[in-house]
């Protein structure tokens, strides 16, 4: 997901927003800009997370969805 994240206190917010979401295992800021939060879990709902972080922070977009399969 890419969000809006100017100063540290966005950043801990927005990771805060992510660690409360059910179903979310791991949570990493990644990008050239620190603007990308990268989320894995089990059956988490890209959908509900990003309207919490458009609520708090003005502006998240869904980058990639992707399923991670075991081998």
Do not use: F, W, Y
């Not at 950043?11 to 894995?40: F, N, P, S, Y």
């Amino acid at each position: 997901m890419k969000v809006q994240m100017n100063c540290e206190k966005c950043r801990a917010q927005a990771l805060k927003i992510a660690a409360a979401t059910q179903g979310v295992t791991h949570i990493a800021i990644q990008g050239k800009e620190k603007d990308e939060l990268m989320v894995t879990g089990d059956e988490v709902d890209s959908v509900k997370l990003t309207r919490c972080l458009r609520k708090k922070l003005h502006h998240a977009t869904i980058l990639t969805i992707e399923v991670i399969k075991e081998k």
